[in-house]
């Protein structure tokens, strides 16, 4: 089944502690990106990718880092948490940038305190 | 600033009742337009592109008004689970996809 799998689904820590969320296609997608969704402000890019080693940053990089070394993958990482990065994450894919529809992952609950 | 702009709702429609919302885009260039649904705390899921000539999937229609710049959605016979947040997407080719803050429609039995 063509997807994009994100882990965990729900992740609570603290302030400060370091933490990883992975996300993965199968898909053979070039392009793979990470959003946050908060209420009243929609849907907002993190970081992009349009392949393996190129990344850039979205409307919202501040805060967060990703990597693109292998084509599937696209790990989002907090180096640091602070609580105003608690939101809902969603990370896609899609065949080209612009022009393809997206494919979501199920998201991730993330909160900070 | 390419923005998407859409009438945030709540829309409360009665189910069997036909249903329509737009959205406004202010790329001139943008190329492509989809319209996502996205249920509460969910990932959004692609619903239908929308193609200059417009188009249809069953109960939905989408179309595209290039000189006004929106694309509209309608829904006939709505159901009970058509209930959801509709997002409107545009995408300018290397620009990527802007998405609207999305429409809140809610099918009252």
């Known amino acids: 089944e063509a997807q994009v799998t994100q882990n965990p689904r729900y992740l609570i820590t603290v302030t400060g502690k370091k933490l990883t969320v992975t996300c993965s296609q199968n898909?053979?997608?070039?392009?793979m990106s990470w959003y946050r969704q908060d209420p009243g402000l929609g849907l907002r890019q993190i970081y992009y990718?349009?392949?393996?080693?190129?990344?850039d940053k979205g409307d919202v990089p501040e805060g967060y880092k990703v990597s693109r070394k292998e084509k599937r993958n696209f790990p989002l990482i907090l180096e640091s948490p602070s609580p105003n990065q608690t939101s809902l994450y969603f990370c896609?894919?899609?065949?080209?940038?612009?022009?393809?529809?997206?494919?979501f992952g199920n998201g991730t609950r993330l909160t900070v305190t | 600033r390419k923005e998407v702009e859409q009438d945030p709702g709540p829309f409360n429609v009665p189910e069997g009742a036909t249903v329509a919302f737009n959205c406004t885009y202010s790329?001139?260039?943008?190329?492509?337009f989809f319209w996502y649904r996205q249920d509460c705390r969910k990932e959004p899921k692609l619903l239908m592109s929308?193609?200059?000539s417009g188009n249809e999937d069953g109960r939905f229609t989408a179309q595209l008004n290039r000189a006004s710049q929106y694309i509209s959605l309608l829904i006939r016979d709505s159901k009970l689970s058509d209930s959801a947040t509709y997002l409107c997407?545009?995408?300018?080719?290397?620009?990527?996809?802007?998405f609207g803050k999305g429409t809140h429609l809610i099918i009252q039995p």
């Open positions: 790329n001139s260039a943008s190329q492509s």
């Open positions: 898909m053979n997608h070039e392009y």
């Open positions: 896609a894919s899609s065949f080209m940038r612009g022009s393809s529809p997206l494919h």
């Open positions: 929308v193609y200059s």
């Open positions: 997407v545009v995408g300018g080719g290397a620009d990527g996809l802007t």
């Open positions: 990718s349009m392949n393996v080693e190129v990344t």
